[in-house]
């Protein structure tokens, strides 16, 4: 006797379902063939009703009323971030309200920038020790004569030192804020990082117009004699004589040539990028300032290496370099062994001749 209502009961439910299953399905329901066309960008009519075992067939109900509307969810979320949103070619439209390159740019500069970029300038440090401890440095063959020859004069040699002393606070600043959280934060502490941080900031943008001035006094002061010739060819196959020969140079050989004209195009990109940085509202698209903060990062690691092999070889890696931008003379002996070719050009005599010492006063 009770399990006739419950029998009852049950096929009542599963008639009652499938009576309602078959109305969705009858009443224009989203299928997965109107989800594809809608991302093809096809138009998509749904069936709302049914008379008579006829489906009339009406549009879409478009607007923010509709109960379904007429964009997909892809469709309106790539509406609303741009169709290609890391093509920074073409300006975003008005309804693009977000981009993707916003995470892109954090995880970039957090998962690669701020996490290798400091093994760079240490790197190049080993390898500058391993160099030393193994050959030592370069001394002049023959010793110096006690003969000099002037190689710079003495605008030269400011606008050497003066982008040399920006380009160092610069660096130094500059690391600070980019790597200060991983380094300084996790040692010294949240407060003492977030003080160096600003300092480091406030000097960063302080300076950092000081180094176009600089790099353009630079460009004009050395800019004749850093052209390419033939002849640096020879030095590249010699690899400069670091590792034993003699290698034939005009005033300035070809690692001399490649490191002023890195800092030369690097430090345009440096100068327009950190201007855009500093004066944002210059720029209109926010991916230009942060792709400008990838190239400003990227760009800063590269010289700031290179820059320590450079200091390495005028000071402790070669005998007599330093002398060119403290004095402005060389021994020319030195001038012989590094630059044979501006030895006979300035004074005329085969680079092949000895120097005769000079009679002690």
Known sequence: MIMRPITALVLTVCLLLFSGLSAVAQSGGQTLEDILARQNGETVERVIGVEDGVAPMVPDIKGPLGPLGATSDS???RAFRGENPTDIRSPLSDS?????????WR????NYIRKYAGWFPVAVIGLLLLYHLIKGKMHITGGRSGKTLPRFNI????AHWFIAGVFIILALTGLIILLGRPLIA???GKTVNSILTSAALQ???LFGPLFILALLWLFIKFVRGNFFQIVDLKWIFKLGGFFGGHVSSSQFNFGEKTWFWMVILVGIVMSATGLALEFP????????????TILHAGGAILLI???????????AGMEGSIDSMLKGEVDENWAKEHHDLWYEEVTGKPATEPVSEEAPS
């Open 75 to 77: 469709d309106f979320w």
């Open 305 to 315: 290496s290179v820059a320590i092999g450079h200091i390495y070889v005028g000071t």
């Open 203 to 205: 000097g960063h943008n």
């Open 186 to 188: 996790p040692y010294l």
């Open 107 to 110: 995880m970039l500069r957090e």
């Open 281 to 292: 509202w210059l720029v209109d698209d926010l991916r230009w300032l942060q792709l400008s």
């Open 155 to 158: 605008t030269q040699r400011v």
């Open 96 to 104: 693009v309200q977000m981009t993707r390159t916003g995470q892109m």
